[in-house]
């Protein structure tokens, strides 16, 4: 079965830098795009950064440009998401996701929280 599995959030005061990592499993992996989305306390889930399968081509969200940066080691079956300058309203569970076979998986989440 599919499982995609988070690591890496937790505290971090602001201007700061985390590294969250995604390991992939179930799938042909180097097949699919992969994407990291985030979601705070009452707000909708957002698209953070999507990368192609081949890691040729990425999209971010305006709000993390320059700031974040998603690679992907299909050798690993992992992919990573550094995150530098890190401001308290970055703060919120980060969740892989990956769309396989037609169908959402998502991972369990990781929580990052960016606070003095």
């Known amino acids: 079965q599919v499982q995609l599995v988070e690591s890496g959030g937790g505290l971090v005061q602001p201007g700061g830098s985390l590294t969250l990592s995604c390991a992939a499993s179930?799938?042909?992996?180097?097949?699919?795009?992969m994407d990291w989305y985030r979601q705070a306390p009452g707000k909708e889930r957002e698209l953070v950064v999507r990368?192609?399968?081949?890691?040729?081509?990425?999209t971010y969200a305006d709000s993390v440009k320059g700031r974040f940066t998603i690679s992907r080691d299909n050798a690993k079956n992992t992919v990573t998401l550094q995150m530098n300058s890190l401001k308290p309203g970055d703060t919120a569970d980060y969740l892989c996701?990956?769309?396989?076979?037609?169908?959402?998986?998502w991972g369990q989440g990781t929580q990052v929280t960016v606070s003095s």
């Open positions: 996701h990956a769309l396989v076979w037609g169908r959402d998986f």
């Open positions: 179930g799938f042909l992996f180097g097949s699919y795009a």
């Open positions: 990368i192609t399968n081949a890691g040729a081509s990425t």
